[in-house]
């Protein structure tokens, strides 16, 4: 994101008191595609991963992260017609499942 493109949007959003700084935050780093789990995003809203991507992200081989699905841990989606097409994970249930690894060490 251009800096004078940014330095507009906050200009807005400190105009408006009900916007609190947290969202203020939360609002650029999604628009500057980041998350708080330093996962980059293409929109504001949840993407697929690839099984490899979630492997990396997480540190675990392609085998445990088809263990998380069956576990629920980790959300997956399939795509085309009957989900025959390709398959992804969500990106938003990764980041979930990290700041749960982060709580608990």
Known sequence: ????IKAATLALWNSDPSITKEQKKAAL??????????LAVDTPTDRALTR???AEILGVT???????????????FRFGEKGKLAS???AESVRALLERRKAVA
């Open 88 to 90: 992804g994970y969500s």
């Open 52 to 54: 490899r991507q979630v």
């Open 62 to 76: 392609p085998h445990t992260v088809s263990a998380y699905v069956r576990k629920g841990l980790i959300k997956a």
């Open 29 to 38: 780093d999604a628009l500057s595609g980041r998350t708080a789990a330093g």
């Open 1 to 4: 994101m251009m800096d004078t």
